[in-house]
């Protein structure tokens, strides 16, 4: 079992070392000399030969990029080209805003993702499986953000239940806080329930055809009683994966959800940072969030081993 | 005695009209198949469908609602909504097809060769893929436009080699579940070179599950054009698409909700046409999926 797993985590080493490849070229795909973006309206030579020599812009690349790792590895993002302060520290900021946000569509798209799923398994062919499809498309088809959009003129502006904007933290004032990010939350979720759904689905029709299940059935085992203990066991195996590499989706449907609810979490920051040229910042949260992606899977892959009697003995 | 004599293609011509049967028979895949051929239409046929230019502004129809002169109302500029919904049409499709086709082809040739060869080449080319996927499509696609600049061709591009990872893993995975099937053997026994093995006896096996994800890609495609021209990232104004509709929409909820409404419910319909498309596709081409 020990062997699967530091096996698993060497093989994520050459990804994190071309992920890490990828974020550096972006900013060589930068057109025009980035001196002239760094310096702004400054055109003194000193100055530009100042700022090559800072940023090691005349050193061949593979240099460039060394250096980088080296001051990526010990913590340092550098900082941002608008505000002069860190990126890490913007990172750390915005990050819980982003996971409170996260963590509360993940639990909306699970609780209704998931049961819809079974349901449609155990009523395949019937209306239900069809209903149940059908929302599930749709769930993929609406543009989140538009959905946002829709949500707050009918809920904020005509009804009046709920704040349009902002963010309110849960120390500050817990309940305003889960007030403030259940519209965001639920259109996060939206695409998110959809997946589950189609996957659950999928996962229990096959787990409902396997033997144990026939066996189970065979012995007299309640339907219910097969459906719950056999079936769903054996079918949340894949979900659970599926619910890490879901978090990758997560945050992309963040940034828009972010944008039309002015939420001040990573998305806004990505956005803004793109507007205010502040290539640093945007370097900085996609390396974060794809070794932030990396380490889900490598967790999800080590949970799979842990609970899975099979390799755990191996 | 040739090779192709006596390396038969599975895919049969039985398969196909069997699967063309089941798709004909999905009332759901071809209510898809209709939403799309609407969409299509209305970008072919745009400048005939349009009742008034899509840049024709105006000072004295700015936000007004839905009437016989303007079915879906006017903009902040005055513009005609229903007009520049029609063109609006051209940029999302547009977008959706060259970016699912420069997907496919960054995608195919990588995934045929990771599959195909093996060893260190499919070693190289997994790690690499596994790199790209671990950055979530839409922020990679948000970091290419914002590196490279922000227009049309650099958000197709940015959407398509964002989406190529799919692909290379799909062909992969393909390849690898028929390399050594009887047909592939006998034909490499018979002398075939890789190139011809590959082309001719490989690829003909890939196509209908990439079919099936590009129809699929589309759809993602659409989205994401929409979500990066809805945050500045896309089409520039004043070109119509309905990202950028709607990111000025967003500032008049209150004062022209028409105005948001219709642009979203376009990108929600093109998108249902072609997620439904996509699933009755896959009904239809792959058997594995009956049950």
Request: overall charge positive; proline content about 6%; aromatic content about 8%.
């Amino acid at each position: 079992m020990f062997i699967l797993i530091l096996r698993r985590m060497l093989v994520a080493i050459p990804t994190l070392i071309l992920v890490s490849m990828i974020v550096f070229s972006l900013q060589k795909l930068l057109p025009g000399d980035p001196v002239l973006t760094l310096a702004g309206e400054e055109r003194d030579p000193a100055v530009l030969d100042y700022l090559r020599d800072k940023y090691r812009l005349n050193d061949p690349l593979p240099v460039q990029y060394f250096a980088w790792v080296k001051q990526v590895a010990t913590g340092d993002l550098g900082r941002s080209l608008r505000t002069d302060v860190p990126v890490t520290t913007l990172i750390a900021q915005k990050l819980p805003v982003t996971l409170q946000l996260a963590a509360m569509a993940m639990f909306f798209a699970l609780i209704v993702g998931i049961p819809m799923g079974i349901l449609a398994a155990v009523k395949k062919g019937k209306p239900i499986e069809y209903g149940a499809n059908i929302a599930a498309l749709s769930g993929m088809s609406i543009p989140n953000f538009w959905l946002g959009i829709i949500l707050i003129m009918v809920v904020s502006v005509q009804w009046r239940l709920l704040p349009a904007s902002g963010y309110v933290s849960p120390s500050e004032d817990f309940w305003l806080s889960m007030k403030t990010m259940l519209m965001p939350a639920l259109v996060l979720s939206t695409a998110l329930a959809a997946y589950l759904m189609r996957h659950t689905r999928s996962a229990m029709l096959e787990a409902l055809n396997a033997d144990y299940v026939r066996t189970a059935r065979a012995k007299g085992v309640s339907a219910r009683g097969v459906i719950l203990r056999h079936a769903l066991r054996n079918a949340l195996m894949p979900i659970v994966t599926l619910v890490t590499l879901l978090f990758g989706e997560l945050l992309a449907g963040a940034v828009l959800t972010e944008q039309v609810f002015t939420i001040p979490g990573f998305g806004k920051l990505v956005v803004d940072a793109v507007f205010n040229r502040d290539y640093a910042v945007v370097q900085g949260v996609v390396l974060c969030v794809a070794v932030g992606f990396i380490v889900m899977n490598l967790l999800a892959d080590v949970l799979y081993i842990l609970v899975n009697p099979r390799l755990r003995h191996s | 005695m040739t090779v192709s004599q006596a390396a038969p293609m599975p895919v049969a011509p039985r398969n196909k009209h069997r699967a063309w049967n089941k798709f004909k028979h999905n009332r759901i895949a071809m209510a898809g198949a209709g939403l799309v051929l609407l969409f299509v239409l209305l970008a072919i046929l745009a400048p005939l469908i349009a009742t008034h230019g899509p840049f024709d502004t105006s000072f004295t129809t700015i936000r007004k609602a839905p009437s016989m002169a303007h079915w879906l109302g006017t903009d902040e500029l005055g513009r005609d909504v229903f007009s520049r919904l029609v063109y609006g049409a051209r940029a999302s499709l547009l977008v959706g097809l060259v970016s699912v086709v420069i997907a496919l082809a960054v995608g195919v040739p990588f995934g045929l060769m990771a599959g195909y060869f093996g060893g260190w080449t499919d070693s190289a080319i997994s790690r690499f893929t596994e790199a790209l996927l671990a950055i979530p499509f839409l922020i990679l696609a948000i970091a290419l436009a914002a590196f490279l600049g922000p227009s049309l061709i650099n958000a197709m591009v940015a959407i398509g080699v964002s989406a190529a990872p799919k692909f290379i893993r799909l062909t992969r995975g393909q390849v690898l579940s028929v390399k050594n099937e009887d047909f592939v053997q006998s034909a490499r026994a018979l002398g075939a070179s890789d190139t011809r093995i590959i082309i001719m006896h490989v690829l003909p096996n890939v196509v209908p599950p990439l079919i099936v994800q590009a129809t699929i890609t589309i759809a993602t495609a659409i989205i994401a054009e929409a979500s990066l021209s809805f945050l500045g990232l896309g089409l520039q104004p004043p070109n119509p698409s309905w990202g950028s509709m709607l990111n000025t929409a967003k500032n008049f909820m209150t004062q022209a909700p028409w105005m948001s409404i219709f642009p979203g419910s376009a990108i929600f319909l093109v998108v249902l046409g072609f997620n439904l498309l996509g699933d009755g596709l896959r009904d239809a081409l792959d058997p594995r999926q009956d049950r």
